[in-house]
């Protein structure tokens, strides 16, 4: 890992200066991406920038910035984006400045001023390494500065085709993958946070530990179809298993279910009838695990657990342990009331409810040892 130490005026950054929206923003000369293509929206304030701004008229010290060297004499901004875009957006006439109650584009600054900012020296590292060494001090330098998700932080390194393309599919406010699942899956595409899950998922469903593995595997790839065809088929899937949608399905981890299901066959029909009854029962009480309590109910026998099923009040259980006379029905023995736990006769899977007739009181060694729980 290299790093290097630069002092860059403001006037050679702000040379070819250009904000090409969607397609990235562009200075010092073409040579630096203060914005690679498809990143994060500037989200300073225009006070925030006004105090950038004014930092520099006073010639204070910014903090110190990072570009990573991702070519010959190209540049990307890794840290200082907010803050450099804030001074290329005052010069190209996006918002004025107040100096003793007077507000001042740049072009009306007095010519001392203007220049104080076009000589104001920007104090640069620029960083040459390894991915993986990037990767890691990345993190370390992201401690300071404006923060960066931690897949902000892969997209810095892993660079390419590859990226560029699955940008295009996960990376922006209003981007195809956003509109697909919007109903099912959370996160901001300006953030990274919908390519995060998405390569979390399809690093799952391949076996593969960490992201950054994928990352680096397919970096140089053409495009990223293989990603944006598995985050299809995880939206499909959901979508023909569970063909009428509610609400509480939106923030559920669909990757991980797809992952674990997709290859055992649900019948639609049924699917649909058993989540508006479970809907209904007032026993349910965490209406997001019935997804995946239906999808796993026949072969695993805890799957109640995913519902947060709803316990016996002590009134129910006091008036259960005096009927008993504190003696525990399955090893006969007599326990205090405390010692013991409240059970339902019959099993919520097979229709019993949480009503005070059906409930018992269990010693705790007994209920940890019943299988039909649920
Ligand atoms: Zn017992």
Redo the contacts with the bound molecule.
């Keep these: 890992m290299k790093i290097e130490p630069k002092s860059i005026k403001v006037r050679d950054i702000f040379e070819g200066y250009t904000d090409n929206g969607d397609d990235g923003v562009f200075a010092y000369g073409s040579k630096l991406a203060i914005r690679p293509a498809y990143q994060r929206e500037f989200v300073y304030d225009t006070e925030q920038a006004e105090a950038v701004i004014h930092t520099i008229l006073k010639g204070f010290p910014l903090n110190v910035m990072y570009w990573v060297k991702v070519g010959n004499d190209q540049y990307e901004v890794l840290d200082g984006q907010q803050r450099t875009l804030s001074v290329m957006q005052y010069l190209q006439h996006k918002f004025p400045i107040t100096l003793d109650d007077k507000k001042y584009y740049w072009d009306a600054l007095p010519d001392d001023k203007y220049n104080a900012i076009m000589n104001y020296d920007f104090m640069i590292y620029i960083c040459e390494g390894n991915e993986s060494e990037k990767l890691d001090w990345f993190k370390v330098v992201n401690i300071a500065g404006e923060k960066l998700t931690d897949q902000e932080l892969r997209n810095s390194v892993y660079t390419g085709e590859w990226l560029s393309d699955a940008k295009r599919y996960f990376s922006k406010r209003n981007c195809v993958a956003k509109g697909l699942s919007d109903r099912y899956i959370t996160g901001d595409p300006n953030r990274q946070e919908l390519l995060e899950k998405a390569l979390k998922g399809i690093c799952d469903n391949q076996g593969i530990k960490d992201i950054t593995e994928y990352m680096a595997a397919h970096k140089s790839d053409s495009d990223a179809d293989e990603l944006w065809q598995y985050f299809q088929d995880v939206i499909r899937w959901a979508e023909k298993i569970f063909p009428k949608y509610y609400s509480d399905m939106k923030g559920l981890d669909w990757c991980h279910l797809y992952n674990k299901y997709h290859s055992n066959s649900y019948n639609s029909s049924v699917m649909n009838t058993e989540v508006k009854r479970l809907h209904e029962d007032e026993d349910v009480q965490k209406t997001k695990g019935i997804y995946e309590y239906l999808l796993c109910k026949d072969f695993d026998p805890f799957a109640g657990r995913l519902l947060n099923l709803r316990a016996f009040d002590k009134r129910d259980k006091l008036a259960a342990y005096s009927k008993q006379d504190g003696i ?6 007599h ?1 205090e009331f405390n010692e013991m736990e409240g059970d339902h006769i019959k099993p919520w899977s097979k229709g019993g409810h949480t009503t005070p007739d059906n409930c018992q009181m ?2 705790k ?3 940890g040892k019943k299988t039909d729980k649920y």
């Design positions: 525990c029905p399955i090893c006969g023995q326990f269990l010693c060694d007994c209920n």
